[in-house]
């Protein structure tokens, strides 16, 4: 199994931005999709990216594209999540996860981490 830790969220105003580290351990890291979801109390978890192990492959939810980007550095075993043009809609729980394929359905992850919250002031 594999251990996700994220950090880097906060508070920040709108038009801000943040970075957003996810460091993993146990199971190799670069065999592994990774993803960035999100969530808000009362609604379901959303898809915001994801990224293939080589990193060739990026993909985005409509709503953070041109925005956000997500990247990962497989020597350190860390997936990183840049948000520029941070609005109060993007305030979330935000959370990495292992994919099992490149897929933005959550279904398709078998490990997370425990969610670092993002929150964005008007």
């Known amino acids: 199994q594999v251990q996700l830790v994220e950090s880097g969220g906060g508070l920040v105003q709108a038009g801000g931005s943040l970075r957003l580290s996810c460091a993993a351990s146990?199971?190799?890291?670069?065999?592994?999709?990774m993803g960035w979801f999100r969530q808000v109390p009362g609604k379901e978890r959303e898809f915001v990216a994801l990224?293939?192990?080589?990193?060739?492959?990026?993909r985005y939810a409509d709503s953070v594209k041109g925005r956000f980007t997500i990247s990962r550095d497989n020597a350190k075993n860390t997936v990183y999540l840049q948000m520029n043009s941070l609005t109060p809609e993007d305030t979330a729980v935000y959370y990495c996860?292992?994919?099992?394929?490149?897929?933005?359905?959550?279904?398709?992850?078998?490990?997370w981490g425990q969610g670092t919250q993002v929150t964005v002031s008007s």
């Open positions: 996860a292992v994919g099992t394929a490149v897929n933005s359905d959550y279904r398709s992850y078998d490990s």
């Open positions: 146990g199971r190799t890291f670069g065999s592994n999709t």
């Open positions: 990224i293939s192990r080589s990193g060739i492959i990026t």
